[in-house]
């Protein structure tokens, strides 16, 4: 098969719906295009019984039961769901006080979780941000050393977004279960690609996307435990008491329809995908550590995820690479490609270095991604790479064995 | 973000690459003066060398950048628009002129700002290895 230009590689930012998710929609926008909520009319009962489908195999993906999973418009609205609705409904203190409860998270979380936590902490609850080592897995231990005797929710992503790193989600949610502490996990970049069993891997809420997974955008889903133990949540969006009256809102009926669709399809094909994704992303790694000098996989060496590789080449600019290798559709962790011309906070806080955050690329494979593909995206970043050193002064500094982190530059 | 059809053509072409020797070489040789500016931790490093006449003549130019696609562009342009001129015609590039020639938005202004710093930069070095007074270089600035 032909090479087809430009390659997509940034399936952690989204994916390409996969058309037999399509497929599953399309009769719920002009055929069965009834409001959930109508329950005195087949156009209603038709658009109910297509959520609840979906509602069980979202379920069926994660082990849990089907009434425990809340729809939303995304990972960024359940992570703000369970974060804030879990630690308003566990206040230890009435609203307007201090000390209303502590909860733990980590520096390297998603901005839908740090954000929600920042705003907790100005309504009078103590968050502790933890600072993961070099490789970025946040352990139990790092959890444990963090507990307090007024913890009352715990909120670590399951794999990091930018790097792919695997934390000890259900070492973190035992110990969560044995203390009664309530245990979050923003599951996005987790669930769908990997074996996921609520209650084996103790969570208590868990936040995932449609969009990560071959599903459609705007559409998402909050796990809640009813169970041992029985998790309540303060809405967030009230009016009408959808959803449990944890979310309020007329369903997006294609949405969930197809969010359900693609959950189903990752349980399928996940062993097989995950397998071929794993080999893909090895060669991708393998080959460009052994064409190019300085060179650094960015996060643990193995507890990562099949999908996501993210690698720094020094005293290469990131956004110059980018535009180097524009037939390859990725991120990086420069400054230059983020609004806020900062880079990677996620980088800067694994102590990886300015400069070789600045040099980073994440490339993040999916379920179309071919082999074909991953050669051509080797053969352009070496040439990138190789044209940006010639051009580097950084480069020739090294080249001479002078430390370029010595030097003192005159910052602007 | 879209870049402009020269800001590609530099970057895929650029101009006057290189350098006059190693940073040891060069810091040894009177007629070659080096400018560095910026720094790695910002994402953008400009490395400027010009070979000058004793009349004052920038003969070659030569740039090494690591930095974004605007930034080596600037550096790139820079050294074609100093070449054969002379150091007080180098002086008088302004940091507009590149942004108006390469049509760099406003979150790229600062690569223009630093192409114009390694020309001056470069002079100074220069000057300052001849002995000759930075007060000329300072009364340039000052008549801006």
């Known amino acids: ?412 | 973000m879209a870049y402009s059809e020269k800001v590609i053509d530099h970057y895929q072409h650029p101009r006057n690459v290189g350098s006059f020797g190693t940073s040891k070489d060069v810091a040894a040789r009177r007629d070659i003066g080096v400018g560095i500016v910026g720094a790695p931790e910002c994402g953008d490093v400009m490395q400027l060398q010009l070979r000058i006449s004793d009349e004052g003549v920038i003969e070659d130019a030569k740039f090494k950048c690591f930095g974004c696609g605007s930034a080596i562009a600037s550096s790139s342009l820079a050294t074609e628009w100093i070449k054969g001129r002379t150091i007080d015609e180098a002086l008088t590039i302004r940091n507009t002129q590149i942004v108006e020639e390469l049509s760099l938005p406003p979150v790229k202004i600062h690569c223009s700002v630093l192409a114009e710093d390694s020309i001056r930069s470069a002079i100074a070095d220069f000057q300052k290895k001849n002995g000759i007074a930075a007060a000329k270089a300072e009364s340039d600035a000052a008549a801006r």
């Open chain 1, 1 to 412: 098969m032909a090479l087809k230009l430009p390659i997509y590689m940034d399936n952690a930012a989204t994916t390409r719906t996969d058309p037999r998710v399509v497929e599953a929609m399309l009769p719920y926008f002009t055929e069965k295009f009834g409001n959930a909520a109508s329950r005195n009319h087949v156009f209603g009962w038709d658009a109910e019984d297509g959520v609840e489908t979906a509602r069980e195999q979202a379920a069926t993906l994660i082990g849990a039961s089907s009434k425990e999973v809340i729809w939303t418009s995304g990972s960024t609205e359940s992570n703000n769901l369970a974060i804030k609705g879990a630690a308003r409904m566990y206040a230890k203190g009435p609203e307007g006080t201090k000390n209303r409860g502590h909860i733990i998270t980590c520096v390297i979380e998603h901005k839908a979780v740090l954000d929600p936590c920042k705003r907790l902490e100005r309504e009078g609850f103590d968050i502790t941000w933890i600072t993961p080592p070099a490789d970025g897995v946040i352990t139990r231990q790092m959890i444990a050393d963090a507990l307090r005797p007024d913890t009352i929710l715990v909120s670590i992503m399951w794999v990091n977004n930018e790097i792919g790193t695997i934390n000890e989600v259900p070492e973190i949610g035992k110990l969560c279960h044995e203390k009664g502490i309530i245990f979050h996990t923003d599951a996005t970049q987790w669930v769908g690609k990997m074996p996921t069993d609520v209650e084996r891997d103790c969570i208590d809420l868990m936040s995932w996307s449609s969009h990560k997974i071959y599903g459609p955008k705007g559409v998402g889903a909050l796990f809640v435990r009813r169970r041992s133990p029985r998790v309540r949540l303060e809405a967030i969006i009230d009016g009408g008491g959808h959803e449990r009256g944890m979310r309020s809102g007329t369903l997006n009926v294609t949405g969930v329809v197809g969010f359900g669709k693609a959950c189903e399809l990752c349980r399928e094909g996940m062993d097989a995908d995950r397998e071929r994704l794993y080999s893909l992303k090895q060669k991708l790694e393998r080959e460009l550590l052994s064409r190019l000098e300085v060179v650094q996989v960015n996060g643990h060496a193995d507890r990562r995820v099949p999908h996501i590789a993210n690698i720094s080449f020094g005293y290469v600019e990131g956004e110059s690479l980018l535009m180097g290798i524009k037939e390859i559709a990725c991120s990086s962790g420069s400054a230059c490609t983020s609004a806020s011309l900062e880079p990677s906070y996620v980088l800067k806080n694994l102590g990886i270095g300015d400069e070789l955050a600045h040099s980073s690329l994440r490339l993040s494979i999916g379920r179309w991604t071919t082999e074909a593909e991953i050669d051509y995206a080797i053969q352009a970043i070496e040439k990138s790479v190789q044209h940006l050193r010639a051009l580097s002064p950084l480069w020739d500094l090294f080249k001479e064995g002078i430390d370029v982190s010595k030097i003192e530059w005159q910052s602007h």
